[in-house]
């Protein structure tokens, strides 16, 4: 073939079709039953096992029959793309109760995966508080914030029209995570059930 056939014309994409045909696709098509022969030998050999990885794939698809029929390779399931297992779809494709026997860590980690997937905001949290500690460290009394929202206190305190909007962004990100995680926060132990009975903010902004 030449790779740098006319392709901008009819007759030319024609000759290239020609020659793809003939030097690719025939030949292939050609030894196609020879290839088709032996990868059924291989599979064979694979279906060998009690529950091979492809006929779980098989019966994974809808069709169990098929892994008692014959050549697994002759069913248009088996040329399929299987869809890959990620985290959304993990406990639906194995199984929540083979998971927590197999691999029990795993499985309290997507338990666990929705606060979990809170602690993205640590940067931004670890930032507010560097910001409110250059801000107000030794500057303010507790007692000023008596009543005063968090609302209130972005607008009230930062003067700095840049340092008030990096506030509010960095506070909204933590707020977010906090109101993720809270009622677990709250579920841990005596110091959990202290905090929920101690704890007066307004968790939104």
């Given amino acids: 073939?030449?790779?740098?056939?006319?392709?901008?014309?009819?007759?030319?994409?024609?000759?290239w079709e020609h020659s793809f045909s003939t030097l690719i696709l025939q030949p292939e098509m050609k030894d196609l039953p020879r290839h088709l022969a032996r990868l059924e030998e291989v599979v064979k050999e694979d279906q060998s096992a009690a529950e091979s990885a492809l006929a779980f794939i098989i019966k994974e698809r809808g069709d169990p029959k098929i892994v008692q029929q014959g050549s697994i390779v002759r069913h248009p399931l088996f040329w399929r793309p299987r869809v890959f297992v990620d985290l959304a779809n993990v406990t639906f494709k194995v199984g929540l109760?083979?998971?927590?026997?197999?691999?029990?860590?795993?499985?309290?980690?997507?338990?666990?995966?929705?606060?979990?997937?809170?602690?993205?905001?640590?940067v931004e949290v670890v930032?507010?508080?560097?910001?409110?500690?250059?801000?107000?460290?030794?500057?303010?009394?507790?007692?000023?914030?008596?009543?005063?929202?968090?609302?209130?206190?972005?607008?009230?305190?930062?003067?700095?029209?840049?340092?008030?909007?990096?506030?509010?962004?960095?506070?909204?990100t933590f707020m977010d995570a906090f109101n993720?995680?809270?009622?677990?926060?709250?579920?841990w132990s005596a110091w959990g059930e202290r905090a929920r009975e101690s704890c007066q903010v307004s968790y939104m902004i």
């Fill in 127 to 172: 930032k507010l508080q560097e910001l409110l500690i250059k801000r107000f460290e030794k500057r303010m009394e507790s007692c000023q914030l008596d009543g005063v929202t968090i609302g209130d206190f972005l607008c009230k305190f930062f003067r700095n029209q840049q340092e008030a909007e990096e506030a509010r962004e960095l506070t909204a």
């Fill in 180 to 187: 993720g995680v809270i009622e677990e926060l709250f579920s």
């Fill in 1 to 15: 073939m030449d790779p740098k056939a006319e392709l901008r014309t009819k007759a030319g994409r024609a000759a």
């Fill in 97 to 122: 109760e083979k998971l927590k026997a197999e691999s029990p860590n795993f499985a309290r980690f997507l338990e666990k995966r929705a606060s979990l997937s809170k602690t993205k905001a640590l």
